[in-house]
């Protein structure tokens, strides 16, 4: 029996909107505590968060602290990292902190470890007890091996896969306490200048129901045309990249998928050349049927691929292109004598 210990989450926000980074953490944060929301607080930092945290209190069913921050307008380690580690001392039974595996939370959490004399186990998208010890999954030498890391501290820091932990839709819930403090803090080392969003627009890969991605084992920048030619075939499709492909600038940032990039829940997935890395498949992972091409047989990306094409993409995409233009034409309506328009 696993004896009852204080959970917090940290919420993710941005915009004015609670992140679904927010939700797969409270998912995870029940499923440690046995379904439970007891022993189980959220926190949640910001400047007018109000709104915030009456929405997660709300849907979670677990209290809430809005710690307020006047003047925070955008994320800031620095602030996060003072206040978080102040309030959190408060909690003399803290066990666990959970934080979200995004850019923010990754800032953050080993810092927040470093404070407390704590474990930090990031990544986890995977737990479970064993002779009463909890044991974290996690993705480790690129996603080929997956790794059940057990802390040794009194308290431990985890950031968790978005995408793994949801939370039950049928699940009924009381809606949460929220209690309401104020925190002071002091910016000496850095300075927040605002956000700036890059150019275009990622409704594209958002909203396609076929995304055809590229990875490093494409090759080349020449090959990105069959990518795109692939991609030709499927009714409201897009193409984008994993975030090597986006650096070399063979796509537009606004077509990255993973952690750092765009999240997207296609109904198909093609991932053409892609090793499987866990920043990149946490942007994919909610994708309905996911089909993988690589030439090497042990790359991570097939853990997630329904069908695993083990080949060349320049050899696989064009024979392939190849047939469903074959097929095309033996089923094409025959023109009628005279008539250059019907058919096709």
Known sequence: MVNKTHTAVIAAHADGRVLSETWDLVAFALQLNGGRPENIEILVLGDNIDRLAEEIAGKSGIDVRAIFCTGLTGYSSEVYLSVLARELEKQADLAYVCAPHNSQGMDYAPALAARFGAACISGVNGIFLEEGTFFFQKDIYGGKIKANMVSHTATTVLTIQSGVFKLDPERQASPGGVVRTDARFAIDRTRFLGVRKGGGDCAGIAEARV???????????????????????????????????????????????????????????????????????????????????????????????DICIVEDITTFIPLLLEIYQQQYNDNAVPQAPGNDTSGG
Not at 238 to 250: F, L, S
Not at 274 to 285: E, T
Request: aromatic share 6%; charged share 15%; proline share 3%.
């Open 211 to 305: 995304v055809v991605a590229a990875g490093r084992g494409i090759g080349e920048l020449e090959n990105m045309e069959i990518i795109h030619r692939l991609a030709e075939l499927f009714p409201k499709s897009a193409v984008a990249g994993t975030r090597i492909v986006c650096d070399q600038g063979w796509l537009p940032y606004n077509r990255q998928v993973g952690v750092t990039g765009m999240t997207v829940a296609p109904d198909l997935y093609v991932a053409c050349g892609i090793s499987g890395a866990s920043q990149h498949v946490m942007g994919m992972r909610g994708a309905g049927f996911v089909v993988a091409i690589n030439t090497d047989r042990q790359a991570a990306m097939f853990n997630e691929a």
